[in-house]
């Protein structure tokens, strides 16, 4: 996807954008396929499920806090792990046929964003309206919307993509076991910076690694972040890169190009290049296959980084 949007029209019309390919995408699916695994093991009646619960999530925070009510009290377990979250989902709609899952995906959908829709510029942006707006101090409304909506629209259309264009290994026979990845097309990732495709569960149906090229240009920076339950490793090709880390972003470290960096999973981070005129080039490398699935925004730190003028 391109750069995140910064207000509501942009927002508004990224949702629309990527609600319309991934229909685009699943309308490609032949319907004696619709319950064939992909290479995450979710068909993409289970994805249809899956995207639906968690705009359904979005929904009911957005209206719980609208009508005054704790949202602490709404029916989600969100303490747990994400995996589990899921599996439970696959489990409470896998008995249930493609027509009542669609129907449901699409209601969401159209309830969702007629609440969106009522937002106001300050109430999606603003941090200081995210407890009024969704019940979340810790999260802005627009982190919210856009990782429930347009991020996880495409995530999960580039998945769907890739699965009939036979990217799972264990369609590939020949020569096309192995693909060459080019990184041509980049994406713009949660964390706020764009990284350049290269290998994962969405293009190649890798299951257990993710693999990316990011260039970062002079003077930018990452919003602080983690990966849940996810280990990273960084090769700088060329220029300087820097990172603030830790619970408080209270460490920090440089590293030069040909040097290594290793993150571990569930460690906060706020990376940026430090350098005036000089771009950064770094491979990374994820132990999660998917493109943004553990990415966990914290802008609870950023008052922090900006105190430290990160």
């Known amino acids: 996807m391109n750069p995140q949007p910064t ?40 994805l249809l499920a899956h995207v639906a619960f968690w705009e359904r999530y979005l929904l009911d925070r957005l209206e719980a806090a609208a009508a005054g009510r704790d949202v602490a009290s709404l029916p989600y377990d969100i303490d747990a792990e994400v995996d589990a979250i899921n599996a439970r989902v696959l489990a409470q709609h896998q008995s249930q046929s493609w027509e009542v899952i669609w129907f449901d995906f699409e209601d969401v959908h159209r309830r969702a964003l007629a ?18 707006v969704i019940g979340d101090d810790a999260h802005t409304v627009f982190a919210h919307i856009y990782a429930e909506t ?3 629209f495409a995530e999960h259309a580039a998945e769907i993509r890739a699965w009939l264009a036979g990217a799972s290994p264990t369609l590939r026979t020949g020569a096309d076991l192995c693909p060459i990845v080019r990184p041509e097309a980049s994406y713009a990732g949660l964390q ?15 299951q257990a690694i993710c693999m990316h090229l990011l260039k970062m240009p002079p003077g930018v920076r990452a ?10 490793a ?8 820097a990172m603030w880390y830790g619970p408080n972003l209270e460490h920090h470290l440089e590293m030069q190009a040909g040097e290594f960096l290793y993150i571990p999973a569930g460690v906060p981070h706020l990376p940026y290049n430090p350098s005036p005129d000089q771009e950064a080039v770094a491979v990374l490398a994820r132990t999660d296959p998917n493109e943004q699935e553990s990415v966990r925004l914290l802008p609870e730190l950023e008052e922090l980084a900006r105190m430290a003028s990160i």
């Open 115 to 132: 609440v969106i829709e009522q937002l106001g510029e300050a109430d999606i942006f603003d941090p200081a309206r995210s407890r009024a």
């Open 234 to 241: 960084i090769y700088l090709i060329s220029g300087q890169a």
């Open 150 to 152: 347009a991020e996880h």
């Open 223 to 232: 919003r602080a972040h983690l990966h849940e339950n996810h280990e990273t």
């Open 7 to 46: 207000n509501r029209s942009d927002l508004l019309r990224l949702i629309q954008t990527t609600r319309a390919e991934l229909l685009s995408t699943i309308d490609a699916v032949p319907p004696d396929r619709r319950e064939e695994p992909l290479p995450s093991g979710l068909s993409v009646k289970d």
């Open 192 to 206: 706020g910076l764009n990284y350049f495709a290269g290998v994962s569960a969405q293009n190649v149906g890798s």
